[in-house]
């Protein structure tokens, strides 16, 4: 079992065999985090182009340590200091960096498909790093990895996602990857964030917090957009909170052992307290940390080999 | 100058004609129909194994003259429309500036006259400007020549305004063609709201933006009794409208447009942009219910709403690229092949609701076949397949989702007022 893929723009279309064989070869770099030195030769020579069309400190960062982890060249480029505004289209701006001699192209873009059009169009590697509330794949297997990491497994897992489930690309990589993988995901949100349809996929859908996280093994809260509220789709944020946010109260509905994530930034107070957020039930910065060995598996399964 | 057309399959839904015969054209008329016509002295068409039916006319086509000359022409979106067949085509005023002053409407006959391969009748504006405030110069408009009126690509959302116009065109005679769509619940959508929208993460147009619109049209309709048209419906509940609103004696008409009926919103997991239209491609039920909505006579007309874009601007992420698609020369291969040759319809039904169909809605002496018509004839052969490619469309765009694909019933001659304008070669 190899991986033989080009690019990864998506969970959906991953098998399970796949995503096994990323996150065995996670595994080995996650060990490289560790030692003094952390860094492997593995892409000396090779460029890696992180193209953000949406401002995303975190993920960027993570992709461009994973990046220079792996010895490979790295050029960051992000909407203000890109020629887009001036009119180019993304599949110019693409094709220009390819004359330069790239090998990798990173894309975070706010519309979905927007790294499926590159990959189709342009001979290197795509990575998907969020386009719009499609998928974010990376987010995903890093997500799956830490779970694995502190539950030894996934299946049989009951993992619930609470959230603006319709908006969010982190929702629909981990409903995908969670299920191949054999959890159980509920969704839970107030029904103008639930998407049509959504149970299709083979979740069960919940409005209230306190149902949803019944016998749960791990919450995944998403961030909430402030915008959301103007929007008709929230009466407003302070509703949204008392109704949704996770509260010591509400986490001691879910199993004793039950963890927490969030894929960040989090709005502390709104959809976790600090104190939640901070505690030792809290998965956050393993996250963190396991983003980064997760990105430098995939960088090296799609670019190592040639 | 003389023509013979020997030996077609002539098939003219008007009468339920269907037989082999020929056909003697002189200068732009019909002059004879005849089981055997002598031949000498007629320059010849030997239509042997071939179908000839009356031009086909598409009552929905974009040409996009005046203002996006660079995506398409009346010279080139008349050619293209000569190699699909049709040889008469009503443009759509949205145009820049829009088609709301007589002025312009003499610009477009002028430039077709000059330039055109068919006859283009244009559509002019409900409102001034197509701003959906007042109403436009209807009656002088009228006298212009326009054949209908629509702020088609927008709804007319003041209620109001399109009972006047509702009102107005009583006087006129002329039907006014609706785009239903309700901005309200469309919102920013890019493609059906639905299961694939969710797991593409798009945002959708519920199918009831559509509905809604649909039914308050309906209503004003029934109020006025005014000719009323609903282009481009897209989906079952909307036929369900209709077919109700027919029974009872609403003098509505409507139409689909083949991609409506052979695609379905699967096709936007491929990302693909020519896939995006508006409305926009919907469920396998609602494409079925298209398909009965068009044999029980719910639907009158198959139109095109040819679009067409640059490949610049539909080569583009999802949600930035236009909507729209080129549908002129593909619309007879796919209606033979999705609603004939499946038995949806029969040939005889398919070719009514692309001729004397539109030709009644819009009250034009045309889309019939018979001695001291105009000579407008379409020869196709109903068997023989083509491939859809961009090197072959005569559309200065090529924005179809449908390239590559393998059509039957390839149009040999177009004939309009006696004279070939396309000949296949
Ligand atoms: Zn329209």
Known sequence: MGFKRKDLLGMEDLSKEEILFILKTAESFRAVLERPIRKVPTLRGKTVVNLFFEPST?????FELAEKRLNADVLNFSTSDSSVIKGETLLDTARNILAMKVDCLVLRHPSPGAPHLLAKKIPVSVINAGDGAHEHPTQALLDLYTIREKKGGVEGLKIAIIGDIAHSRVARSNIWALQKLGAEVRV??????????????????????EDALKEVDIIMMLRIQKERQN??????????????????????????????????????????????????????????TNGVAVRMAVLYLLLGKS | MSLLIKKGRLIDPATNYDAVVDILVDGEMIKKIAPKINRSGHELIDAANK?????????????????????ETIQSGTRAAAKGGFTTI???????????????????????????????????????????????????LKKAGVVAFSDDGDWVADSHLMRRALEYVKMLNLPLISHCEDRGLSQDGVMNEGYTSTILGLQGMPKEAEEVALFRDLALC???????????????????????AKVSGVRVTTEVTPHHFTLTD??????DTNTKVNPPLRGSEDLEALKEGLKDATIDVIATDHAPHLVEEKEKEYNAAPFGIVGLETALGLVIKELVQTGALTLMEAIAKLTINP???????????????????????????WLVTEEEFFSKSKNSPFLGWELPGKVEWTIVGGKVVYQDD
């Open chain 1, 231 to 288: 929007t008709g789709l929230l009466p407003s944020l302070a509703e949204y909170i008392e109704l949704f946010s996770l509260t010591e109260e509400r986490l001691s509905l879910a199993k004793p052992d039950a963890l927490i994530m969030h894929p960040g930034p989090v709005n502390r107070g709104v959809e976790l307290p600090a104190k939640l957020a901070d505690g030792k039930r809290s998965l956050i910065l393993n996250q963190v």
């Open chain 2, 90 to 140: 009503c443009c759509m005023p949205n145009t820049d500036p829009p088609i709301d002053d007589p002025s312009l409407v003499e610009f477009i006959y002028r430039e077709a006259e000059r330039r055109g391969s068919v006859e283009v009748l244009p559509i002019a504006t409900i409102s001034k400007d197509r701003a959906g405030k007042d109403l436009s110069p209807m009656g002088r």
């Open chain 1, 188 to 209: 839970c949100a107030p029904p103008t964030l639930i998407p049509p349809l959504v149970e299709k996929m083979g979740v069960r859908v919940f409005y209230s917090q």
């Open chain 1, 58 to 62: 975190r993920t960027r960062m993570s």
């Open chain 2, 359 to 385: 030709a009644r809605i819009l009250r034009i002496n045309r889309g019939l076949v018979k001695e001291g018509a105009k000579a407008n004839l379409t020869i196709f052969d109903l068997e023989k397949k």
């Open chain 2, 266 to 271: 699967r096709e936007v997991k491929s990302f």
């Open chain 2, 51 to 71: 179908v000839v039916v009356p031009g086909l006319i598409d009552m929905h086509t974009h040409l996009r003259q005046p203002g996006r000359e660079d995506e």
């Open chain 2, 222 to 244: 029934k109020m006025t009794e005014s000719p009323l048209h609903l282009a481009h419906l897209s989906t079952a509940e909307s036929v369900e409208l209709i077919r109700k």
